[in-house]
């Protein structure tokens, strides 16, 4: 017969856990995901690119949704397993368009003029050349002066600020 006492007869104490919801925009995690209660949990949210957090966690206890305060990312566990959520939100990016001589143009996503769109959306340039002009074409660079890539006069937002350029020339005259 072998005994052992580990020095101690009062149970381990009861442990719950932490449930973090899948969101769009990022990833939301906790530290420790099982704790007892009266335990700091802290959370961590992870944007993904082109995503910003929006500093709005919530945190319900499981069975009766009480809503538990978060303060600076981190909260104290109650005695029930508990369900955090948080949003994120897409960024824009800001669109300069520069300006042209002897024409207009404008900077469209869908039917709306913009100065800033989210990665990813189409942004579509039309040309208003004054008369007896033609658009030469585009320039479009990234933040970083990296050429976007331009074709049939749009491109897709990349995850920075894009600035615009173009120049009208004359309309070469064709004599018979």
Known sequence: VTYSNSGSSEPAPDTYTVSC???????????????????E?????????????????T?????TSESIT????????PAANVTVSATFTQKTYAITANTAE????TVKVGDAE?????KGAKVVLEATPAEGYICDGW???????????????SFY????????STSFSLKPVITY
């Open 70 to 77: 978060v303060k600076d990312g981190k909260f104290t566990m």
């Open 41 to 57: 949990v802290t959370l961590t949210a992870t944007p993904d690119e082109g995503y910003k957090f929006n500093d709005d966690w």
């Open 157 to 164: 937002m990349p995850a920075s600020a894009v600035t615009i």
């Open 114 to 118: 913009v100065t800033s769109a989210v």
């Open 139 to 153: 320039t479009v660079l990234d933040a970083e002066g990296n050429s976007v890539t331009v074709s049939n006069n």
């Open 102 to 105: 002897n024409g207009t143009y």
């Open 21 to 39: 919801e899948t969101v769009t925009g990022g990833t939301l995690s906790a530290t420790p995901s099982k704790a007892e209660a009266g335990a």
């Open 59 to 63: 945190v319900t206890t499981a069975e």
